[in-house]
């Protein structure tokens, strides 16, 4: 990480060609960026005092346009059949392109820190064209302080330009929209989109990259604690639950997205929270919903009535409405970001096949293979075409973001895992008692109590079965649950649909899990679904 950034001149931005700016204004504090980005007609004011942007066509990440600089460096570590080649003659054009573009433009600078752990913190300098992109990565990254800032030497220099448009035939690039990452001298270039997401995904991405060479294990994760230090960690794809589950207000919430695991324990990458607004409710997620009447929240497409009120129930803008606030914002949050080395790991699906029982305790073989399985599932009329089920493997549960090879991440998860004796296990907070359409969701209720009882330690004292499908170990009664819960096949009113339906399910992830099979050894292999029956 040392030689990362070192023929990256962003000390200054002269030194970083972007001296030409018309004004250029460093570190502005919320009152001046509020003030900036409602001047310039950026934002507006809600009711309750947040900031209100809309993003335009772009409502979401533009990823078929991110693409990473192969160079001498990269050509061996990354994973190029999940990440696309830029040549590094095609950034050189696009970068002094953009630096031109920026040319007699009013620019605002942010310099913040990735990590919250010292020894791998990632200082990051963003320059913006928008006052509300300033704001929104203000809030997302880590604030170094004011003495802090004065000797402040950024090792990531991230350049997002909304009105550059690039040149496919010029730029190596596929559309107007383009995100760039060059790696090796620690650059990103962003353009042609308006979504605030593509900075935070971009630091995410860099670290990702460079963590594991040092021994850290980077996680697309939520993160909390409980008063006796018994930290956890939380995996899972959107609509599985990740950020509610995690938030629970007998535990302190260390993060809700991205992590970092080292010997120093478990460290948020992150100085706030991205989260979801659609259907949003005082009821049902109040600290959440607290954050959006607060004076420094970004709400992003969120739909204003004629009083400027949010509708967080109108999604005619996007289903991916957006707020971004600061993690104080949450009345438990870490005040360090920072917790010890987890004692649970919980990896959430939403399995709409209602396969799978509402919690299963994993092997770290086990928990290496689902985790490099990524797995949840798409319902019915949630996409265009989706008539039934569907399953959805993201390896890593970021596929993404992940710049090297998935089994890099796996076995770094796995000798972590062996290392500190983590206890793993697989929620499903999907369909009981049948398919999406036929079953019901997983009542919140029992799943909340098996959560609990696993944190506490409760789960391990507890009878267990093999599940003859996965292979895994799953409880036979828990206290306070309803015992027929936990065995899917018993909620089925149609045993024989059951087990099609399973058979199913494990033939999707076998296939899936092909493409790793080269890469892990036999014990995750013979951790794969469908061993024990294929053994019968």
């Known amino acids: 990480m040392e030689e990362f950034g070192i023929r990256n001149l962003a000390t200054g931005l002269a030194e970083a060609g972007l001296g030409k700016a018309a004004n250029v204004r460093y570190n502005l504090l919320e009152g001046a960026l509020y003030e900036e980005a409602i001047r310039r007609g950026e934002a507006e004011l809600t009711a309750d005092g947040a900031l209100r942007a809309l993003t335009g066509q772009h409502t979401g990440r533009s990823a078929k346009d991110k693409f990473v600089v192969r160079d001498d460096k990269t050509v061996d570590q990354i994973w190029w059949d999940n990440n696309k080649p830029l040549s590094p003659e095609h950034f050189s054009i696009l970068h002094q392109d953009m630096l031109a573009h920026a040319a007699g433009k009013d620019l605002l600078v942010q310099d913040l820190i990735g990590g919250a752990d010292a020894d791998n913190a990632l200082p990051t300098r963003v320059v913006t064209e928008f006052a509300w992109h300033s704001l929104f990565i203000r809030n997302l990254l880590i604030r170094p302080n004011r003495d802090a800032l004065k000797s402040f030497v950024p090792k990531l220099t991230i350049i997002d330009l909304p009105s550059f448009r690039a040149d496919p035939a010029r730029h190596g690039c596929r559309t107007e929209t383009v995100i760039a990452c060059d790696l090796t001298n620690g650059i990103v270039l962003i353009g042609g989109t308006s979504y605030a997401g593509e900075m935070k995904k971009s630091v995410f991405t860099v670290l990702n990259y460079l963590l594991p060479s040092k021994g850290v294990m980077p996680m697309h994760c939520s993160a909390n604690v409980g008063p006796d230090g018994d930290a956890a960690v939380f995996f899972g794809l959107s609509g599985t639950g990740k950020t509610t589950l995690s938030a629970d207000p007998s535990r302190t919430l260390i993060g809700d997205d991205e992590h970092g695991w080292g010997e120093n324990g478990i460290f948020n990458f992150e100085g706030g929270c991205y989260a979801k607004t659609i259907r949003l409710s005082a009821e049902a997620e109040p600290e959440i919903y607290a954050t959006t009447k607060r004076f ?97 493997f993201s390896t890593c549960f970021g596929a993404p973001f992940m710049p090297r090879h998935p089994t890099e991440y796996g076995n770094l998860l796995r000798d972590l895992i062996a290392t500190h004796q983590v206890d793993c296990w697989l929620v499903n907070t999907g369909w009981t008692g049948g398919a999406y359409g036929i079953g019901s969701r997983m009542p919140i209720k029992a799943t909340r109590a098996l959560l609990t009882a696993a944190l506490t330690g409760e789960l391990k004292k507890v009878e267990m079965r093999t599940d003859a499908n996965f292979g895994f170990a799953v409880p036979v009664a828990v206290a306070g649950v309803d015992t027929k819960i936990l065995d899917p096949h018993s909620t089925w009113a149609d045993g024989q649909a059951y087990d099609a339906q399973a058979k199913k399910l494990v033939g999707m992830f076998i296939d899936n899990f092909a493409k790793f099979e080269a890469h892990v050894d036999g014990k995750v292999r013979d951790a794969a679904p469908g061993i024990r029956i294929a053994a019968e």
């Open 296 to 392: 420094g929240t970004v709400l992003e497409n969120v739909v204003l009535n004629e009083d400027r009120v949010p509708d967080f129930n109108d999604g005619s803008l996007t289903e991916n409405t957006r707020c971004a606030y600061p993690l104080h914002f949450i009345p438990n949050a870490s005040e360090t970001g920072r917790a010890p080395h987890p004692k649970t790991i919980i990896m959430l699906t939403a399995d709409a096949f209602g396969v799978l029982p509402p919690i299963a305790k994993l092997t770290p073989e086990q928990a290496m293979y689902h985790f490099l399985s990524g797995y949840t599932a798409k319902v019915a009329g949630t996409e265009k075409d989706v008539t039934e089920p569907e399953a959805t």
